[in-house]
């Protein structure tokens, strides 16, 4: 058990798609913020970057209860939870106005060396400031379904605005690719409920990109994968289960 | 003159680029935030859902000081300065915490019937709430230089998030077209200073879109215009003033 921090946030309207709810995107740069927030206030800077070494996602694990809504007033809470060599398991959780959990997301951070682009171990000196529990235990996530047909497919060039203050193309822009892919009408009509992610290489610019998806209707599931376009080297592979957008709600 | 209003904003990191600057789509969305805060302020959003109205953006020009960075606090004022049959002229500018002016921001605003995708005159009673002055006199904007060679070029599919809660495409997204076009090493080593933008149709899902720009290094400038890949109908044209980054000042 770590320290938490607790932030609010208001979703805005350029945060929102066609419904007026939080895009998958933006909904996971609100809440990876507040993992920012609480590294600006417990730790220094300098200690990571005079090594030369910057914190990377590698997996997501969400669980969505109901997407907040244009104007919500949302509050976030983050906690390092625990740790071992390599990974270090940090959780979110983002309630409404009334603590009712919106949404919980397990993620999974590596220490990269930014020049090698090589994970490094995590120190004991570096995790300290979190108070997060060492473990040796590695987390086992489930084997994640390969996507076996092509059924939804678009190309996408990675833009400089996609790139982030790292040098990174930040990894909610991988969600923006996965659900464009995905037609109109399903997007109108299905909300994500579960998403798991699995971020295997990084995508450079220049980079172009191939967004795959395929849909089971039996168990309202899509299987996607990103990978590069001429090599066809893997990117990410994610799992998403949908549930129909419920139209009297609003 | 008509009332002011003023909110702060602090500049997240999945709002900046490379440089930890704010990005340009950026700036301009958490501009146009406070005007969507003051209509919703100052007015009952029923009077246009029921004539089934709605506001769009047919022009900007815009002054940058100095760009924000990541992590700073930023406070944005706006005020509906004068309105004539079809134009709303409103202002917007950001400070910094110590009051330094940033960005200054004028926009042109006019009423859509959304069903018709046509203008309508704006009525004396929809104004009234934002106490703007009426005037019969038209702003004349400089005539925009249009682009002469496709020095640059590249094409943009629109995509599902870049649609935002009125079903348009979010007129933000039009600058990461134009500026997206431009060089890698150009925008490393450049950033605006002034930019003025004429929105001449809207672009609707599943269009493809041609960014085109070419730089003209006397005037340090760059025209671009965005257009239809395939009819190559105009739907926007821009002029970006630009100035050298000072890297000493990080």
Redesign the interface.
């Known amino acids: 058990m770590g320290l938490k921090l607790t932030r609010p946030h208001k979703i ?3 945060e ?5 709810n939080v ?1 998958l ?1 933006m909904l996971i ?1 609100i809440l ?2 507040v993992g ?1 927030a609480q590294t ?1 206030e417990l730790t220094d800077p300098k200690i990571l970057e005079d090594k030369n070494l910057g914190w990377i996602i590698t997996q997501y694990e969400m669980k969505i209860n109901a997407l907040p809504k ?2 919500a007033i949302v509050y976030i809470t983050t906690e390092a939870d625990s740790y071992n060599k390599y990974f270090c398991y940090r959780k979110f959780w983002m309630y409404d106005d009334q603590g009712n959990l919106l949404v919980e997301l397990l993620s999974v951070f590596s220490l990269m060396d930014l020049n090698k682009r090589k994970i490094e171990p995590i120190t004991d000196e570096i995790i300290a400031p979190y108070q997060a529990e060492k473990t040796t235990k590695l987390k086992r996530f489930p084997k994640m379904a390969s996507v076996e047909n092509d059924e939804f497919q ?1 190309h996408y ?1 990675v ?3 996609d ?3 790292n ?1 990174h193309v ?1 990894n ?1 822009h991988y969600f ?1 690719w996965m ?2 892919t ?1 037609p ?1 009408e399903f ?1 109108q009509n299905m909300e994500p409920k579960e998403m798991e992610i699995k971020f295997e290489k990084e995508v450079q ?2 980079d172009e990109v191939c967004s795959i998806a395929q849909y089971d209707e039996d168990l309202k599931q899509t299987r996607h994968k990103i990978c590069h376009k001429d090599t066809n080297e893997l990117f990410a592979q994610a799992l998403i289960t949908w549930k129909e957008i419920n139209k009297d709600e609003d």
Chains 1, 2 share one sequence.
């Open positions: 805005e309207y350029y929102c798609d066609l419904q007026k895009t995107p740069s990876i913020k920012g600006n244009q104007e678009k060039q833009r400089y605005f790139l982030d203050g040098g930040n909610a923006d659900l464009d995905l109109y997007l610019y220049g």
